[in-house]
Structures are given as structure tokens and as C-alpha cells.
């Protein structure tokens, strides 16, 4: 199964140098049941890509856990074993899930990543995060923000230099 684990520059960086992500249990993204309920017409490209979206929004939290990281949002794609993927049921997250196992290096596809013309964008859309998620609609444009800059696709061999 495609996972889109959300990330950051100091969590992509560690994880290239250990060869794998981790510990588990780590929140990821995918085409889930509820998802493909979410969205009523789309092909398997739109929902992979309404999961790494949302796997992109998680990074920013994980972002906001890091003062001083480089404002950067970090997505990686794995192909993770059925059997190690669960489903998490939330209303508000159709495509989260729990991987329960740490993903080793070579089960990445690729790496999406901000150009750093997105890092003002992704520095307000830190800040507003806690407003946004208290429901305050300016804090929310300000997290779009972020969502607007599309994220950058890198091979696996690729990452490493992103560090």
C-alpha cells in the first residue's frame, strides 16, 4: 500500500542516516476506504494525492514540534506491506493510518519536499497552526498558504542531498 508519511528536514535527515523510518507506530496517509467514501468521484492519482496533501498539513504540526527546523514541509512515499498499515477511524482525517512497523529505507519511493521559496508561507502557516485548528478562519488562510506551494518530487537517492 502507498503511505504518505508526513516529515521534516531533522526527521528525513535522521532517517536517511539509520536507513529507515521510525519507531513505529508512525501516522501516515493513504487511500483508505474512508477516503474513497470522502471523496465521491476520483481516480486512484486524486485520492493519492488528497492523502499526500494531507500527509503535507501533518507535517506542518511536526514542524511546529520543531523550533528552529527549516520551515520545509517533508512527505515520503513507502510502500508499505498491507499487513502493517491500519486504518485509524476520524472523521476529520479520512486518509489517516498507522503504520506499526518501522518502514526501512528502501521501501521509500520518493520524497516531496517545499522549494524554499514556500519557507514564509510555511513559517505563518506554523504559527496559525493552534488558531486554525480552534477554528479561526484567518489562521485557517494562513495555513492554506502553505497548501498552496506545491510540494517538489525527489527520487530516494535525491533526499540525502536535502539534508
Known amino acids: 500500500m502507498r503511505v504518505f508519511l508526513p516529515s521534516t528536514p531533522s526527521a528525513l535527515a535522521a532517517a536517511a542516516k539509520a536507513r529507515e523510518l521510525g519507531p513505529a507506530p508512525l501516522a501516515g496517509y493513504a487511500v483508505t476506504p474512508a477516503l474513497r467514501e470522502w471523496y465521491a468521484v476520483g481516480d486512484t492519482e486524486e485520492l493519492e494525492y488528497a492523502a499526500m496533501t494531507a500527509a503535507a498539513r501533518a507535517s506542518l504540526a511536526l514542524l511546529a514540534a520543531e523550533p528552529g527546523a527549516p520551515p520545509r514541509r517533508v512527505v515520503l512515499a513507502a510502500e508499505v506491506?498491507?499487513?502493517?498499515?491500519?486504518?485509524?477511524?476520524?472523521?476529520?482525517?479520512?486518509?489517516?493510518?498507522?503504520?506499526?512497523?518501522?518502514?526501512?529505507?528502501?521501501?521509500?519511493?520518493?520524497?516531496?519536499?517545499?522549494?524554499?521559496?514556500?519557507?514564509?508561507?510555511?513559517?505563518?502557516?506554523?504559527?496559525?497552526?493552534?488558531?486554525?485548528?480552534?477554528?479561526?478562519?484567518?489562521?485557517?488562510?494562513?495555513?492554506?498558504?502553505?497548501?498552496?506551494?506545491?510540494?517538489?518530487?525527489y527520487a530516494t537517492q535525491e533526499l540525502a542531498g536535502l539534508t
Do not use: C, K, N, Y
Open 81 to 153: 506491506p498491507d499487513e502493517l498499515v491500519e486504518a485509524v477511524r476520524d472523521d476529520d482525517e479520512p486518509a489517516l493510518v498507522r503504520v506499526t512497523a518501522p518502514v526501512a529505507w528502501r521501501r521509500i519511493a520518493s520524497g516531496h519536499v517545499d522549494d524554499d521559496a514556500a519557507a514564509d508561507d510555511v513559517r505563518a502557516a506554523v504559527a496559525a497552526l493552534p488558531a486554525a485548528r480552534a477554528g479561526d478562519d484567518g489562521a485557517r488562510f494562513a495555513v492554506d498558504g502553505a497548501e498552496g506551494h506545491e510540494l517538489l518530487w
